[in-house]
């Protein structure tokens, strides 16, 4: 009995853990959001990051509030990158995390794709607003950083940007390496959003802290920096190319080819004709090769979205001092 009680219990710890796994919309997972916020430090000036400590300080998390992510050496804003997801439930505002653009779908306004509960881009810019008041709550700045640094993140993740009636990739069942997708309660743990926020990820961190690949992806990408510091702020676009790196490279590197669904409205993996099962019969495959292509993507993702997260806080930090000086 003590035997069957002990393996009843792994049984249900491993499927919830699969669960949270499968989750959608959780884009880059601790490690990555926690990368893309140690890199905007980088890349802050020495008034934002004042600003920034400051209000994250002045009004920290709930203590009682349950975190699924490490506080690298208690960075205050790479703790603050992963608690959009630990309130997502409790807010009730899944929608924000992402943008659903069709594939295949033609560049239009972004305001056709971002349903009536908002969306990852409209999100950014709700916050961005009010960060900028000084005369906001200070908690509702405070919490203003937090969604900013996390949706930034997320909005480059291809997958937060593109939708085959496949939840973001968590209706695609892949075979990862020697990893073999199972069906758990009509979900995929084993999928390609997962495969693209944490499996391509961690593999090609190979052990690292956030903080020792942050470093790495700075040396790797500093020829880079000043033409995407130019580039300025352009949240629509971010959203754009996010979409395109998931048709050419998530879907498009992909073997065997999915094909493009007919856009509908789909909650769970049993929609859309039982779109989970179908793409199970496929046998998606994702193995070396396809490691060899994501991961550069993932790289430069990862440090696109700190560089451009340290230009909205730089920004907010001077607009919000300004609005200050005037009152």
């Known amino acids: 009995m003590k035997l069957f009680l002990l393996r009843l219990t792994l049984i249900l710890f491993l499927s919830a853990t699969l669960l949270f796994h499968a989750a959608p919309g959780r884009a880059w997972g601790c490690n990555g959001h926690q990368t893309v916020a140690l890199l905007a430090e980088q890349n802050l000036t020495p008034e934002a990051l004042q600003f920034v400590n ?6 920290p998390v709930d203590p009682a509030l349950k975190r699924y ?17 630990d309130i997502r439930n409790i807010a009730k505002n899944g929608p924000w995390h992402y943008i ?10 972004l305001s056709d794709y971002c349903g009536t509960e908002s969306c990852v881009t409209q999100a950014i810019t709700d916050q961005i607003a009010i960060l900028k008041d000084p005369n906001a709550d200070p908690r509702q700045r405070a919490n203003a950083i937090r969604y900013i640094v996390h ?3 997320d909005l480059h993740m291809p997958l937060h940007a593109s939708t085959n009636d496949d939840q973001g990739g968590n209706c695609v069942p892949v075979f990862f390496f020697w990893r073999t997708p199972q069906a758990v309660h009509a979900s995929y743990p084993l999928n390609l959003h997962y495969v693209w926020d944490t499996a391509i990820l961690e593999h090609d961190m190979a052990g690292a802290e956030p903080s020792e690949y942050a470093a790495y992806l700075s040396r790797s990408f500093a020829e880079e920096l000043p033409k995407w510091r130019a580039a300025g702020i352009h949240v629509d676009d971010w959203a754009w190319e996010s979409h395109e790196l998931a048709e050419s490279v998530v879907y498009g590197q992909l073997s065997p080819t999915i094909p493009i669904e007919k856009p509908m409205s789909v909650r769970t993996c049993s929609d859309d004709n039982n779109i989970g099962q179908r793409m199970l019969e496929l046998h998606v495959s994702a193995g ?22 340290a230009l909205i806080l730089n920004d907010a930090a001077l607009s919000a001092s300004a609005k200050s000086t005037r009152n």
């Open 54 to 59: 400051k209000l994250l300080s002045e009004n």
């Open 69 to 85: 992510c490490n506080d690298p050496a208690h960075d205050l804003l790479a703790d603050a990158s992963t608690w959009p997801d």
């Open 288 to 309: 070396d090769k396809y490691q060899e292509v994501a991961a550069p993507v993932v790289r430069t993702r990862i440090m696109q979205a700190g560089l451009r997260l």
């Open 100 to 109: 659903n653009i069709p594939r295949g779908a033609p560049r239009a306004p």
């Open 151 to 153: 949706f930034v993140g």
